[in-house]
């Protein structure tokens, strides 16, 4: 009923940046916050950057500064702009948001995750 879509994960090399995206659509009525969180091979996943639907954001410690969570409303997209990247940062990138349904339910959603790998 509802699809998130990530895309812009890839390699890049130290101190590069990438931005990721997450398209959400569905039989949807309103989007509510929307995450982005990673999971890095042989840890749990955990949570990177929030933003609310008027746009206040928060960051994990790690990545405050180098990191910049936003999202377009009227696309129903978020995005993650990532700075200075380190190889610290490689991981898989999940688009997360809580979503209420035309049905009147609201779920917490999932994207499939995009690969960020940071190596020279």
């Known amino acids: 009923q509802v699809q998130l879509v990530e895309s812009g994960g890839g390699l890049v090399q130290p101190g590069g940046s990438l931005r990721l995206s997450c398209a959400v659509s569905?039989?949807?009525?309103?989007?509510?916050?929307m995450g982005w969180y990673r999971q890095a091979p042989g840890k749990q996943r955990e949570l990177v950057a929030t933003?609310?639907?008027?746009?206040?954001?928060d960051y994990v410690h790690s990545v405050k500064g180098r990191f910049t969570i936003s999202r377009d409303n009227a696309k129903n997209t978020a995005y993650l702009q990532m700075n200075s990247l380190s190889p610290e940062d490689t991981a898989v990138y999940y688009c997360?948001?809580?979503?209420?349904?035309?049905?009147?339910?609201?779920?917490?959603?999932w994207g499939q995750g995009t690969q960020v790998t940071v190596s020279s």
């Open positions: 997360n948001a809580k979503v209420t349904l035309t049905s009147g339910t609201t779920i917490n959603s």
């Open positions: 569905g039989r949807i009525i309103r989007i509510w916050d």
């Open positions: 933003v609310t639907s008027g746009g206040s954001a």
